[in-house]
């Protein structure tokens, strides 16, 4: 792919989807690294074997463009018999795409979900059950991600801490504690992403509490915690969230590890921190739905999407954290060697991942929020 092409090439990412935006990853990303992200790609190759002739269309529910730039032709030509499609879904939340797959049962393949999505399409017999033995590349992702992640193969993953400005301040914060004293000292300087579950499950964490906790007391502590912060906001963004952070008119940021990333190739001075305290974290992955006319293509192009050089192709394009280490020596350097984004076990172990919180809890926790913005 020609430098001039690679610009053009889908970079789109989960919260970035959702929010109907880039998330400031493509405002952040300099020239020279895309056109390593392009040159850095490698082949496609597959080590699976075609069992019988697989014929007709694959399709998958995903965001723009989330998969390698060349995979779906290049798993093509190992099954000419096939065609692979993306229709967009999850950008409207989990309700819309849980809607999208129960009415139209027997239309898609698989689809992209994450810890909260795909245990409600399990509960909604949605879901083929994961097929190991068919998918042997499985064993290459990470431990951790495949006991969290038994519906299907995860993909990506992302968490939330905060970002800060090493020139613009002399502390040198480590913690939640930290991010929301210093917000005080810094007031008007600080920003905040907007999206729900992230936020509310941060201050949940630096309170000592599960971000994923139904706990109404715990759940008023996390919204008293969120309004004494609001008033030293300088903005709660939807897009380029770390924009004002890379400008430097803000100092610290309330953000993404992969918009923290991005931003560090804008500006040195960006710092990453995982909080001490523990973040709260999205984990996703594709998963093979009830009713596919096709599931021994959607085990083979599972498998075929772990290979570690398509993989990585994945990575490269989108700039998400990897879940599988045996891509590493595909993967480019300034995604590898990235605080914030490289795969590290003992920040890993302070991540706790999005669940489905029940109907209850999930709308009792929306309500606090819609209350918290409206403040």
């Known amino acids: 792919m020609s430098g001039l092409e690679c610009l053009h090439a889908p970079r789109m990412t989960r919260r970035a989807a959702l929010a109907k935006g880039a998330g400031g990853l493509m405002a952040a990303a300099s020239l020279s690294a895309l056109l390593d992200a392009c040159g850095s790609s490698s082949p496609a190759s597959s080590s699976t074997n075609?069992?019988?002739?697989?014929?007709?269309?694959?399709?998958?529910?995903?965001?723009?463009?989330?998969?390698?730039?060349?995979?779906?032709?290049?798993?093509?030509?190992?099954?000419?018999?096939?065609?692979?499609?993306?229709?967009?879904s999850g950008t409207n939340g989990a309700a819309a795409q849980i809607a999208q797959?129960?009415?139209?049962?027997?239309?898609?393949?698989?689809?992209?979900?994450?810890?909260?999505?795909?245990?409600?399409?399990?509960?909604?017999?949605?879901?083929?059950?994961l097929d190991k033995a068919a998918v042997p590349n499985l064993s290459l992702v990470a431990p951790t991600f495949r006991r969290s992640y038994p519906w299907g193969i995860p993909t990506d993953f992302g968490k939330t801490g905060y970002g800060y400005r090493s020139d613009l301040i002399p502390e040198r914060p480590t913690s939640w504690h930290d991010f929301w004293s210093l917000s005080k000292k810094y007031s008007g300087k600080?920003?905040?992403?907007?999206?729900?579950?992230?936020?509310?499950?941060?201050?949940?964490?630096?309170?000592?509490?599960?971000s994923n906790s139904t706990d109404k007391s715990q759940l008023h502590q996390m919204e008293n915690a969120l309004l004494e912060l609001k008033p030293h906001l300088q903005a709660i963004l939807q897009t380029d969230y770390s924009k004002p952070l890379v400008e430097g008119t803000?100092?610290?940021?309330?953000?993404?590890?992969?918009?923290?990333?991005?931003?560090?190739?804008?500006?040195?001075?960006?710092?990453?921190?995982?909080?001490?305290e523990g973040m709260a974290g999205y984990l996703e992955g594709w998963v093979a739905l009830r009713g596919s006319k096709h599931l021994q293509a959607v085990w083979e192009f599972m498998n075929f999407h772990l290979e570690p050089k398509n993989y990585a192709s994945f990575v490269n394009a989108n700039g998400?954290?990897?879940?599988?280490?045996?891509?590493?020596?595909?993967?480019?350097?300034?995604?590898?060697?990235?605080?914030?984004?490289?795969y590290d076990p003992a920040e890993l172990a302070r991540v706790e991942f999005d669940t489905y919180l029940?109907?209850?809890?999930?709308?009792?926790?929306?309500?606090?929020w819609e209350e918290f913005l409206a403040a």
């Open 50 to 88: 075609t069992k019988a002739e697989m014929t007709g269309t694959l399709t998958l529910l995903s965001y723009p463009g989330w998969y390698g730039p060349h995979e779906f032709a290049d798993f093509e030509k190992l099954h000419p018999g096939l065609t692979v499609k993306n229709v967009t």
């Open 250 to 276: 803000a100092v610290l940021a309330m953000d993404y590890d992969y918009d923290i990333g991005a931003a560090q190739l804008e500006n040195k001075h960006i710092v990453w921190v995982p909080p001490s």
């Open 101 to 129: 797959i129960s009415t139209n049962k027997g239309a898609y393949d698989l689809t992209l979900a994450g810890t909260a999505v795909a245990p409600e399409l399990q509960d909604a017999k949605l879901l083929e059950p």
């Open 190 to 210: 600080v920003t905040m992403l907007e999206y729900d579950i992230d936020v509310q499950g941060s201050a949940l964490r630096y309170l000592g509490y599960s």
């Open 358 to 368: 029940g109907p209850q809890a999930t709308a009792y926790r929306a309500k606090l």
């Open 320 to 342: 998400p954290a990897f879940v599988e280490p045996a891509a590493e020596p595909y993967i480019m350097k300034s995604i590898v060697d990235n605080p914030s984004l490289r």
